[in-house]
């Protein structure tokens, strides 16, 4: 089992930057995907910037260029660092994991989201 805690949302006026953070409470090595996600209101959910296997990253079409997810294994922390902000980049944004079981299976985890806010 994995904690995630999110830290860093806000406000921000369009153009600025913010930087979230997520804090796992497991080893994120061993986790087969780590990243965020984010939710508009009367959005469905949708993957923003994700770690798989370790080293691969890839990111929604919408923020490519924008935002920048960056781990640090030793402290277990997942960033992302967003940059050029949009108002349409507001929403509540979920540090996401899945963490790999002996079984086999794979169980996915959540945090309990930060706000984060683009508007002049």
């Known amino acids: 089992q994995v904690q995630l805690v999110e830290s860093g949302g806000g406000l921000v006026q369009p153009g600025g930057s913010l930087r979230l953070s997520c804090a796992a409470s497991a080893s994120i090595f061993s986790l087969d995907a780590i990243g965020w996600y984010r939710q508009a209101p009367g959005r469905q959910r949708e993957r923003v910037a994700l770690f798989t296997g370790g080293v691969s990253t890839n990111y929604a079409d919408s923020v490519k260029g924008r935002f920048t997810i960056s781990r640090d294994n030793a402290k277990n922390t997942v960033d992302l660092q967003m940059n050029s902000l949009k108002p349409e980049d507001t929403a509540v944004y979920y540090c996401?994991?899945?963490?790999?079981?002996?079984?086999?299976?794979?169980?996915?985890?959540w945090g309990q989201g930060t706000q984060v806010t683009v508007s002049s």
């Open positions: 996401y994991a899945v963490m790999p079981h002996p079984s086999g299976l794979r169980y996915p985890y």
